[in-house]
């Protein structure tokens, strides 16, 4: 039996059901957390925190491979302008370290929106709270136990 982290205690507490899954290797990069897992890059999400200039804190979710448009971000919430949460503060902020930031059990809830590409997707996997640990569940039960916003909030690709 493997180590239940404090996100699978949640869902278990809300009777919430999903899927974990383990991977060895430390905090890779989420594509390679993606590829161990054999699972699809638009599939697995990241969750990033950032600050706005009056020291709100906000969670946005987006697929692996992609990178959050700071601006979209901004306006989805309604701020003048965001910058990402720096390393150092994410243990004191959240509860987690980086690498094993999940939505699901921060320190407090914080705003969250998750990129409107989730909409088109039945499961979605992201950080069970600790490095090497994912976990994969609907989005409308993640929705359950996290206030979620969808909006376009992914930076353009240029190709």
Known sequence: MQEKTNVMRILDKAKIPYSEYTYDGGALSGVEVANVLKKDERQVF?????????????????????????????????????????????????????????????????????????????????????????????VSDLQKIVPLRFADILSEHIS
């Open 46 to 138: 990241k969750t990033l925190v950032t600050v706005s200039k009056t020291l709100k804190n906000y969670v946005f979710m987006i697929p692996v491979a992609e990178e959050l448009d700071l601006k979209k971000a901004a306006f989805a919430v309604g701020e003048k302008s965001l910058s990402m949460l720096k390393s150092k503060d994410l243990l004191p902020v959240t509860g987690y370290v980086h690498g094993g930031c999940s939505p699901i059990g921060m320190k407090k809830p914080f705003p969250t929106t998750i990129d409107e590409s989730a909409r088109s997707l039945e499961n979605i996997v992201f950080s069970g709270g600790k490095i090497g640990y994912q976990v994969e569940l609907k």
